[in-house]
């Protein structure tokens, strides 16, 4: 079954939690390679969701354009 695309408020909001628990003083070496990757991750795929929109917003700009 494939995995629910996530919005990109939702994924940064979980970013954020990731960063928050790094910032506490609860720090666990190997919870925090695994959060690490994680936060890796959701980078990942917000900068591609960012990419995306953008050539969308091109195709509409193009669209009203003219071009």
Do not use: H, P, R, V
């Amino acid at each position: 079954m494939a995995k629910a695309q996530k919005s990109y408020q939702q994924m940064a909001n979980e970013l954020n939690g990731l960063i928050e628990w790094f910032e506490s003083e609860q720090l666990n070496l190997d919870e925090a390679l695994a959060k690490y990757e994680q936060a890796m991750e959701l980078l990942q795929q917000m900068e591609n969701q960012l990419k995306l929109t953008g050539n969308q917003i091109k195709k509409i700009a193009a669209k009203f354009n003219g071009d």
